[in-house]
T-cell receptor
Framework: QKEVEQNSGPLSVPEGAIASLNCTYS??????FFWYRQYSGKSPELIMS????GDKEDGRFTAQLNKASQYVSLLIRDSQPSDSATYLC????????????FGKGTRLSVIA | NAGVTQTPKFQVLKTGQSMTLQCAQD?????MYWYRQDPGMGLRLIYY???????DKGEVPNGYNVSRLNKREFSLRLESAAPSQTSVYFC????????????FGPGTRLTVT
């Protein structure tokens, strides 16, 4: 069964801290991993993609992938109240031509 | 580029009424998707179209039909709306099926009374 698991939260962090969001997935041969941000009442917005083991940095965001342990993480440095949103993890789980599988999301609250 | 557009933004239906949700993308993507999102349930795939001329069921297809009108447009039809179909509906598109990022439209908030 194709599964992408996320802690639903809420995850509360103080402004300026590092927020760490985690996602685990069920299939070891998955190849593509995405993080989406969804503000309340809005649609999901792609913020990061990662395909290889290790870290990928984009501004205050860092995605970390560990295929052996089947998890992908998103770190948000210097968290701001504007980062308060639900973060969705999406993974392609074989066979290769099937849609991405989305986790249910983690709600992040950054406290000023 | 408008990206992915959806109409209408809001709709209220009575039980048993029918309606069609429209979706269009201008990114020349091959694949398009319909999701519903309910509190605590995450995004659930209703139907998708891997390429023009094909459609496939997702996780929750019952009560819905789809039409891939052309490469740009993918519509979702509710033939006889039920209160259980009250939800927010998102359309998305991607370059191809599988390991490609999806881009979402703004959503349609549907209430069935």
């Amino acid at each position: 069964q194709k599964e992408v698991e996320q802690n639903s939260g809420p995850l509360s962090v103080p402004e300026g801290a590092i927020a760490s969001l985690n996602c685990t997935y069920s299939d070891r041969v998955s190849q593509s991993f995405f993080w989406y941000r969804q503000y309340s009442g809005k649609s999901p917005e792609l913020i990061m993609s990662i395909y290889s083991n290790g870290d990928k940095e984009d501004g205050r965001f860092t995605a970390q992938l560990n295929k052996a342990s089947q998890y992908v993480s998103l770190l948000i440095r210097d968290s701001q109240p504007s980062d308060s949103a639900t973060y969705l993890c999406a993974v392609n789980i074989p066979p290769g031509n099937t849609p991405l599988v989305f986790g249910k999301g983690t709600r992040l609250s950054v406290i000023a | 580029n408008a990206g992915v557009t959806q109409t209408p933004k809001f709709q209220v239906l009575k039980t048993g009424q029918s309606m069609t949700l429209q979706c269009a993308q201008d990114m020349n993507h091959n694949s398009m998707y319909w999701y519903r999102q309910d509190p605590g349930m995450g995004l659930r795939l209703i139907y998708y179209s891997a390429s023009e001329g094909t459609t496939d069921k997702g996780e929750v297809p019952n009560g819905y039909n789809v039409s891939r009108l052309n490469k740009r447009e993918f519509s979702l039809r509710l033939e006889s709306a039920a209160p259980s179909q009250t939800s927010v509906y998102f359309c998305a598109s991607s370059e191809a099926p599988g390991p490609y990022e999806q881009y979402f439209g703004p959503g349609t908030r549907l209430t069935v009374t």
